[in-house]
């Protein structure tokens, strides 16, 4: 640097090199101002606007007009298009094309020779707007064939067609279904990729996009049978799955949430007749819905007609492993949905904490059998139905006295258990109307068995009705202190005692039918003595 400075002051110090170098400077700028005009001359933007609309009619099988063209020389020689229409003039709530621009590259050895040769074309902006009709299918601007006038190449110049650019894309679709409210979501923008056209058919070839702020890769094609994406999502945000739900025709579940590396492929088709058909694998290491949370959530997907399934489902949810089937109605508003599937050696209490308000109440290790079906209407829980079969091994109801209750109607004390525990539970529920009824509900310990039949809601509110069964041994043992109490055994020997439970899980309010208890004890004892004077009556006719 220091070498070129004092030059350039040996230079004007002295008046003959001064004026070489002002010559030497004006001449410069007059050859590259000649090398511009020349290169404009010779790039000739008429000529090569011609070529581009020719090409792009060709790619996408309607006409494309550019209305200006610019030439620009920095970084380097380019021919810049823009207010350009394609097809003709767009139509409210009509499927469209939309190009920002486009840049056609010259291979500078031909600028000055003829024919120019362009190495590489970008276009920029390309906007495919689709529009879902009253009966879900999308309409697509398809092409339908090259215009006949169009050609790729002129005497002038030619195309090198495997040199098509695809910058700054996006898809957008106009949902135009009266229940949706005419809304318009761009679920995938900044598409990347190269262009190729083969056999009427527009393929975009490595591509790269964002669907909201999750990054997907992939490829797509564009013909007259429709559109193909194959995408393959590298991160998923919960953010941006109404924006997928709404590439396969529904919307997101209200609280739904996947997270993982990869966490989900889809293959989605638009036939010509504008039907939405996509399948694909959601691979996830965390999902959740609302409150339920399950890890490891693997699942082939697929839709076909109206019909979004999940299945076979596998997955980890509070330390139990899972499995069913999910499907889906798209087509219905709010969506409706069905589930059939079973959750083993689930902890029950994590469970219960995770998504009810009973957390800590009931313990164990349980088995979930579901047959449910509901919608998207939120709150879900209030559209749930169907039948729910629980089995659980080894645990506790905690603050739940039914002993206590029992033996101090027995006039045997107040000494029982305020937890009652258990070897096994089990109940077949049948859901709806934000609570489980039973008529099965069954538990066991080693000297009880609580048979039960009745509500609970989702709320833990209780309306229970049932029967506490001693075991013989047990029975036994309070007939040694109370004799009066052998009046209420049955057939087994077994004591039985009629309750009722109210309240909550929370707060639960036992009662114990006395009068019940007197009328059985009084069945009995009657039993016993017309029994005896059978006995009798045998005895002296022998």
């Known amino acids: 640097m220091r070498r070129y400075t004092w030059f350039v002051k040996a230079a004007l110090s002295h008046p003959t090199r001064r004026f070489w170098l002002i010559a030497g400077i004006i001449v410069l700028v007059v050859v590259l101002a000649a090398a511009v005009l020349a290169a404009r001359w010779a790039l000739d933007p008429l000529l090569l606007r011609t070529l581009a609309e020719s090409r792009l009619s060709v790619a996408l099988g309607q006409p494309v007009r550019i209305g200006t063209v610019h030439v620009s020389f920095l970084p380097k020689p380019s021919v810049y298009g823009t207010d350009i229409v394609v097809g003709g003039t767009a139509r409210a709530g009509a499927s469209s094309l939309d190009i920002h621009a486009i840049r056609l590259h010259p291979r500078l050895s031909t600028i000055f020779s003829r024919p120019i040769v362009i190495d590489r074309v970008d276009i920029e902006g390309l906007a495919l707007n689709a529009v879902r009709d009253a009966t879900g299918k999308w309409i697509l601007p398809l092409p339908a064939g090259a215009p006949a006038s169009a050609t790729a190449d002129t005497g002038a110049a030619r195309l090198d067609v495997a040199e098509v650019v695809l910058r700054d894309g996006r898809l957008t679709i106009a949902d135009g279904r009266p229940d949706r409210g005419a809304t318009r979501l761009t679920p995938i923008e900044k598409i990347d990729a190269t262009v190729r056209h083969a056999d009427a058919l527009t393929r975009l070839e490595g591509l790269t996009a964002s669907v909201g702020r999750s990054k997907v890769t992939g490829s797509g094609s564009v ?9 393959r999502w590298t991160d998923l945000r919960a953010a941006d799955l109404p924006l997928i739900f709404a590439l396969v025709g529904t919307n997101a579940p209200p609280g739904l949430s996947v997270e993982g590396k990869n966490p989900l492929t889809l293959d989605l088709r638009v036939d010509a007749t504008g039907q939405v058909s996509a399948s694909g694998r959601l691979a996830a290491d965390r999902a959740a819905l609302g409150t339920l949370a399950v890890t490891s959530f693997e699942s082939p997907i697929a839709r076909v007609g109206n019909r979004l399934t999940a299945y076979p489902m596998a997955f980890r949810a509070y330390s139990g492993v899972a499995g069913g089937r999910l499907t889906a109605n798209v087509a219905s508003s709010p969506v409706s949905w069905a589930l059939d599937g079973s959750l083993q050696h689930v902890d029950i209490d994590r469970f219960l904490s995770a998504n009810t308000t009973a957390g800590g109440k009931v ?5 979930l059998d579901a047959r ?17 079969v629980v089995a659980i091994a080894n645990g506790t109801i905690r603050d739940f006295p039914l002993l206590s209750a029992v033996l101090s109607a027995l006039k045997l ?12 539970l089990a109940a077949t529920f049948n859901v709806a109307n934000e609570r489980g009824t039973t008529s099965d509900l069954i538990a066991r310990t080693g000297e009880m068995t609580m048979t039960a039949a009745g509500t609970i809601g989702f709320n833990q509110t209780l309306a229970m009705r049932g029967t506490v069964a001693f075991s013989p041994a047990r029975s036994d043992a309070f007939v040694h202190s109370i004799r009066e109490l052998s009046a209420l055994k049955n057939s087994a020997g077994e004591i039985e005692v009629p309750f009722a439970v109210a309240g909550s899980l929370a707060a639960p309010q036992f009662s114990i039918d006395v009068a019940g208890l007197a009328r059985r004890g009084l069945q009995n004892e009657i039993k016993r003595r017309l029994g005896d004077r059978l006995k ?5 006719k022998k």
Do not use: M, N, W
């Open 223 to 231: 013909g007259a049978d429709g559109l193909r994406l194959t995408l």
């Open 363 to 367: 313990s164990g290790t349980g088995t």
């Open 372 to 388: 449910l079906r509901g919608t998207s209407r939120a709150p879900i829980a209030r559209t749930v139905e169907g039948t729910l």
């Open 413 to 424: 004390g107040s000494g029982g258990d305020r937890d009652l525990r258990f070897q096994t």
């Open 536 to 540: 009798d009556l045998f005895k002296k």
